[in-house]
């Protein structure tokens, strides 16, 4: 069951964002082929959205490869559930009332930010393995979503272009994206802290049904 799924789920990830790249290519929001590529990849929702592509696609690659190897280690496939979550609540309680997608944008946004979301949850809910996970590992967790928003924020202050709203330094002012990026740090270390909590609580209660 595990297999199937994943491999279902890792089909619907490249086939959705694909799509999601077509179709911002073919309507020049962006400007030409090179300007929509880089704005395709500035958007958090795509780089989780293709992590969690990985991490449904590393099981079937060869056991030495080190893609494979790194989407296995724990804290990863972890780390990836919260930031897929994070997407899914934050588009919808503060991105959903400004973002009206029609026609296939529309079915590609629910795609990438619910049930693809939703799918990786329950993949790391009910597949993932859990009994390794260390709170030691908690700074690492920000990395990847701090260096995110220190380079759009230093790309958007350069070019004009910001992916969202609450880094918008034009907009906003360096003080308020601050603290919205101290917020967001906040949030990523809680919320990394309460996921460890629930995979080790979910890895003891599968250990005490197995030696029961």
């Not at 297999?3 to 020049?28: D, E, I, N």
């Not at 030409?32 to 795509?46: D, W």
């Not at 701090?146 to 790309?155: K, L, P, Q, S, T």
């Amino acid at each position: 069951m595990k297999t199937a799924f994943r491999g279902f789920c890792a089909t619907l990830c490249w086939v959705t964002l694909v799509t999601q790249y077509v179709l911002l290519v073919k309507g020049g929001e962006y400007g030409g082929l090179a300007s929509s590529t880089l704005a395709f990849f500035g958007f958090f929702t795509i780089l989780t959205n293709i992590l969690a592509a990985l991490a449904f696609t590393a099981p079937f690659l060869p056991e030495r490869n080190r893609v494979r190897r790194f989407f296995s280690i724990q804290e990863v496939r972890a780390a990836i559930a919260l930031y897929i979550l994070v997407v899914m609540v934050v588009y919808y309680a503060l991105l959903a009332k400004i973002h009206n997608p029609v026609g296939l944008n529309a079915i590609t946004n629910i795609g990438l930010h619910f049930l693809i979301p939703v799918l990786y949850i329950f993949d790391w809910l009910i597949f993932a393995l859990k009994d390794k996970l260390s709170y030691r590992t908690l700074p690492w967790w920000v990395v990847y979503p701090v260096v995110y928003g220190g380079f759009n924020i230093i790309r958007g202050a350069m070019t004009g272009f910001y992916p969202y709203p609450f880094i918008n330094v034009t907009e906003l002012g360096w003080g308020m994206v601050f603290i919205n990026m101290i917020g967001f740090t906040l949030i990523y270390l809680i919320g990394g802290a309460i996921f460890m909590g629930i995979g080790q609580f979910l890895n003891a209660k599968s250990a005490g049904r197995l030696s029961g």
